[in-house]
């Protein structure tokens, strides 16, 4: 991970960012060490995802979920769900670490919080795991469809991902067609592979990168995709950057190298500080799909589970993350503020419109 900023006063990060209420899950009989984070509910229920990863001070794990938990508030309200903003991390590998008593004694921490904050899947966790989350509380979604889940979120979310670069393209080049485009997908995880898929439906190039090298190899073969070295991936010459891994690749370092038009990627915070690297890609030049308007697939799988939505009613709501992303692309130009200010001004509005309807009755 990128080095962040790290919390010296939890009171005063929490202050700083308006989280409500963050929950420290300690239990030595299973090994779990975890941290839920409630952000906003003013629209409705906290929803996040579970990330497990293996931070490497306690310190980064708490400056990821206060940053994811924020992201979500923004997420939900951009894309017109009525739910609020959380996120939660487990820390460990989830490759050695992971346990079903370890995931269900997580689940217990959640059924604690009575409905403030519902579970999803993200890195390092997958549906069988929300399975065993749901063993403990009905308060998750994402588990298996054979089992009444809606099962993994990630094509849907590349799905969005592929809405948000077209409105990106439209921008940029006055054409949603992708033919002749090429794309870096930096993480071929989960939403990675199928955003490589979908790309190749639109005879896209694509390079492939992931920290993981016989997955580089295995998926870069499966699609017809070049595999390019995680190191190079700032070199190559590519239309568009798709980050898909995790956040705070786009920083100073990054934005000097880029040499893309567009980034528009499925990873949460991606800018490693919004105001300072948002305005550096204005300043040059480069058009940035804020990610939680465009990543907003998954949530909106958990929402539609949630409600009972069927599966038309899904794709709807995911294919409107086009004229969403145009909306903020036409406000940051209209304004001509970055589309990241463009998108929060967007969002912080709905919440405060709908904390006015809230407090009238
Ligand atoms: N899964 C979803 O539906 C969903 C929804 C919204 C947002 N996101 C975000 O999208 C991103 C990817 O999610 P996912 O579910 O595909 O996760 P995943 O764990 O399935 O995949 C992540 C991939 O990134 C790779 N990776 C990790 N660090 C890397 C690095 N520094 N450089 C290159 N590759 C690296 C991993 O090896 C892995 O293959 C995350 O930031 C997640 O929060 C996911």
Redesign the pocket.
Known sequence: ?PEQHLPESIFNELNAFGHKKVVFCSDPDTNLKAIIAIHDTTLGPAFG?V?MWAYRTEGEALDDVLR?AKSMTY?AAIAGLNLGGGYSVIIGD?RQDKTEALLRKYGRFVKNLNGEFIA?????T?PRDMEYIKMETSHVTGAPENIGGSG???P???LGVLMGIKACTREMYGSDSLTGKSVIV????????NLVRLLRDENVKVYA????EE?VIQISKKYGAQPVS?NSIFDIDADIYA?????G?VNTQTIAKLKCGIIA?????QLLDEKVHGQMLVDKGILFAP?YVI?????I?GYSELMNFNKKRTLQLTENIYEATRNVLKLSKAENISTINAANKIAEKRIEDIRKVKSSY
């Not at 999803?120 to 390092?124: I, L, P, Q, S, T």
């Not at 990168?209 to 993981?212: L, Q």
């Not at 990543?295 to 949530?299: D, E, L, R, V």
Request: contains cysteine.
């Open positions: 991970m995802g990330r994811l997420k989830s999803a899947e993200d890195v390092g997958n993994d979120p990630s849907i979310t590349a930096q993480g071929i995880g989960h939403v990675g592979e990168s992931d920290i993981n997955r995680n980050p898909c891994a995790m956040g690749t990627g499925s990873a949460n915070n990610d990543n907003a697939g998954g949530i799988t």
